[in-house]
T-cell receptor, first 115, second 113 residues
Framework: DSGVTQTPKHLITATGQRVTLRCSPRSGDLSVYWYQQSLDQGLQFLIHYYNGEERAKGNILERFSAQQFPDLHSELNLSSLELGDSALYFC??????????????FGPGTRLLVL | AQSVTQLDSHVSVSEGTPVLLRCNYSSSYSPSLFWYVQHPNKGLQLLLKYTSAATLVKGINGFEAEFKKSETSFHLTKPSAHMSDAAEYFCVVRNTGFQKLVFGTGTRLLVSP
């Protein structure tokens, strides 16, 4: 158990809908990262937040957005969902952002199925 | 930009025999390299990491990896495979300057009795 929690574990929804995925980082970690794992794209970095501020963006679609709240949990919002958004979405956390070569600890993921 | 190439999509071994999962990296700087494992329907677990200290890195469950700068390689090995090692293994490099991880395409390890 990494200490990173993600809810829900599974999510089934329809095209055009909007969903919110939630992540709670390990206690004390200030950085949260979101990754997408799909069959065709593999594991890809989406976005990084540090202490409430966006720090880096990867291959994140404009239909997707994220935020990190004062209590450090993070939410990934996916809107206007398409079939191709079906994937496993991982959250990871680490203590800081630039201090040393830190390990990212991954949550169990949220499996999203868009029908 | 940093990247990793996992040379085998599938590796099959018999229980008790050695495991070798190959990974080459591309990086302009001294990289941070990782191996993560993903068991079926599970999250990603860190096996080991290289962060410019010792070139031979020992991880959990008997795995180790050797950083070879001259060969730009970071192969994962284990002397004796166990059935519970069957999983997908990802070689990962951290993008210098940012903190995002760049994943390889994964190697599925199959262990037969």
């Amino acid at each position: 158990d990494s200490g990173v929690t993600q809810t829900p574990k599974h999510l089934i929804t329809a095209t055009g809908q909007r969903v919110t995925l939630r992540c709670s980082p390990r206690s004390g970690d200030l950085s949260v990262y979101w990754y997408q794992q799909s069959l065709d794209q593999g594991l890809q970095f989406l976005i990084h937040y540090y202490n409430g501020e966006e720090r880096a963006k990867g291959n994140i679609l404009e239909r997707f957005s994220a935020q990190q709240f004062p209590d450090l949990h993070s939410e990934l919002n996916l809107s206007s969902l398409e079939l191709g958004d079906s994937a496993l979405y991982f959250c990871a956390s680490s203590p800081r952002v630039l201090a040393g070569r830190e390990t990212q600890y991954f949550g169990p993921g949220t499996r999203l199925l868009v029908l | 930009a940093q990247s990793v190439t996992q040379l085998d999509s599938h590796v099959s071994v018999s229980e008790g025999t050695p495991v070798l999962l190959r990974c080459n990296y591309s990086s302009s700087y001294s990289p941070s390299l990782f191996w993560y494992v993903q068991h079926p329907n599970k999250g990603l677990q860190l096996l080991l990491k290289y962060t410019s200290a010792a070139t031979l890195v020992k991880g959990i469950n008997g795995f180790e990896a050797e950083f070879k700068k001259s060969e730009t390689s970071f192969h994962l090995t284990k002397p004796s495979a166990h059935m519970s090692d069957a999983a997908e293994y990802f070689c990962v490099v951290r993008n210098t300057g940012f903190q995002k991880l760049v994943f390889g395409t994964g190697t599925r390890l199959l262990v037969s009795p």
